[in-house]
């Protein structure tokens, strides 16, 4: 019997060996820190799809706002903070994105400002803030707009701080960085082309978007108009229509631009106004289909088909 309850033992200590491992980790210590996967961590959607274009096989990445409604306004537990204080590389959005690193300690070794490269061209949000300097008394600052990545020439150089900061922490790596970089920005290059030409043969409709968060998609494109703030998944209401209808005498709207597939009935009462609905994904959030290059491309696609049926007299 002894023989077979210490084969029992073995076996048992093997199977908790095994649930215990974390299979998720970058490599074993064992391996050296030069030749071991990069622990990246990244604080949204477009920076997980761009580092995980760039990096590949040669990172181990983390998103951990990734469940959060809205990334930008998630609120870090004890345990994320220190999990990323671990991290070899954490890449930040900027523009005011991560309103939570306020509120945690995190090396600035750590920290990548994706959004440097391009700080003369940061649109303002319209919104303003007021805070206080101490015996300064208050002052007011106007807000940053954050969605930089829907100037897809803002993306490609998103992209390319990302290139640069694995590049800096694995140069070893250089060449496959490079490479994996060069096809990302040629994808993102030509549907910047393709949405730029959306404008260049053809003036576009007159367009409302239903939330301000389209302001780099704007400016980039040509794509100018007024900005309400309606959810897609709230009803219209009186106000709401009223507010439309003077839009739609006044500045003659026939297209709404929604950040997700408004309720079948608000699109319905838009349509008997005369107003076209499309949707065009922040991308903020994991798209529930596709990447974002498809997403962006189904976008592309579905403004193209709009537009030959909205524009003229």
């Known amino acids: 019997m002894k023989p077979f309850l210490l084969l029992l033992t073995l076996i048992a200590g093997v199977l908790l060996g095994c649930k215990g491992e974390d299979k998720s980790s970058p490599d074993s ?73 306020m509120n945690v300690s995190l090396p600035d070794s750590l920290l990548v400002d994706t959004s440097t490269g391009y700080a003369t061209r940061l649109l303002p949000s319209g919104e303003t803030f007021t805070h206080s300097h101490g015996e300064d008394g208050a002052h007011s600052h106007e807000g940053v707009a954050w969605a930089t990545w829907l100037d897809l020439s803002l993306a490609i150089q998103q992209a390319e701080a990302v290139k640069k900061a694995l590049i ?64 897609p998944e709230t009803p219209l209401n009186h106000d709401m229509l009223h507010e439309i209808d003077h839009l739609k005498k006044e500045k003659g709207i026939r297209v709404m631009v929604w950040a997700r597939s408004p309720l079948k009935a608000s699109s319905d ?45």
């Open 29 to 101: 210590a064992s391996t050296p820190k030069s030749e071991q996967k990069l622990l990246v961590y990244v604080s949204n959607y477009p920076l997980y799809y761009f580092a995980e274009r760039i990096g590949g096989t040669q990172i181990v990445l983390r998103y951990p706002m990734k469940s959060a409604p809205d990334p930008a306004t998630w609120t870090p537990v004890a345990d994320s903070v220190a999990a990323m204080q671990g991290a070899d590389l954490i890449l930040l959005n900027g523009a005011t994105y991560e309103s939570w690193l």
């Open 168 to 231: 800096k922490r694995r140069p070893q790596q250089r060449g496959y960085f490079e490479g994996r970089y060069r096809e990302l920005a040629a994808e993102l290059k030509t549907l910047d082309t393709d949405f730029r030409k959306l404008t260049a043969a053809q003036t576009p409709p007159s367009l409302v978007y239903a939330h301000p968060i389209f302001a780099y998609f704007q400016n980039a494109y040509a794509l100018k108009g007024p900005s309400l703030n309606w959810e």
């Open 269 to 313: 009462e838009l349509a008997q106004r005369g107003i076209q609905s499309v949707v065009v994904q922040p991308l903020q959030n994991t798209p529930e289909s596709g990447d974002f290059i498809l997403q962006m491309q189904e976008a592309l696609k579905a403004l193209q088909s709009l537009f030959k049926t909205t524009t003229g007299p």
